[in-house]
């Protein structure tokens, strides 16, 4: 697979799990997929390593606590070999009426067109102060 494709279905994934498609966001994810969100899970819910049924349940919370969705800036990607990199900011109003905006980093391996693995990096902070434990 091209570079070029590798980044698209990067965007493309992370463009409907911003916007709130989760349906279409979980079909691009392979059976064995492996998420990892940076923080302790012992002080935030969502840290930690995931399965594809975890990975799941992640995209459907967001989506109930994002119910507007988000809007999403991709502000560089990188790829080489399956690996895509991307710098990305998301801004929306979170359940609890909370301006919700954070700045990301994914890691995203593609593997037949889906996702297989991400690694999650964001500000562990504001997502605790905005959303909760």
């Known amino acids: 697979m091209s570079l070029a494709k590798t980044k698209e ?8 799990a911003f916007a709130g498609r989760m349906d279409e966001a979980i079909a691009m994810l392979t059976d064995d997929l492996r998420w990892w969100v ?7 819910r969502v840290a930690g390593e995931k399965n594809r049924e975890q990975g799941e349940k992640l995209l459907r919370g967001l989506s109930r606590g994002l119910p507007g969705g988000m809007r999403v800036a991709i502000h560089g990607m990188t790829a ?13 109003i979170w359940r609890n009426g909370r301006p919700y905006h954070n700045r990301y980093h994914f890691l995203l391996r593609i593997r037949g067109c889906k996702v ?6 964001m500000d562990t902070l504001h997502v605790y102060q905005t959303v909760g434990g």
């Not at 940076?38 to 935030?44: E, Q, R």
């Not at 297989?116 to 990096?121: M, W």
């Open 9 to 16: 279905i990067a965007k493309i994934f992370l463009e409907h």
């Open 38 to 44: 940076i923080g302790d899970p012992a002080y935030l």
């Open 80 to 92: 080489e070999d399956d690996r895509v990199a991307v710098e990305a900011e998301g801004w929306g």
């Open 116 to 121: 297989c693995e991400i690694h999650e990096y």
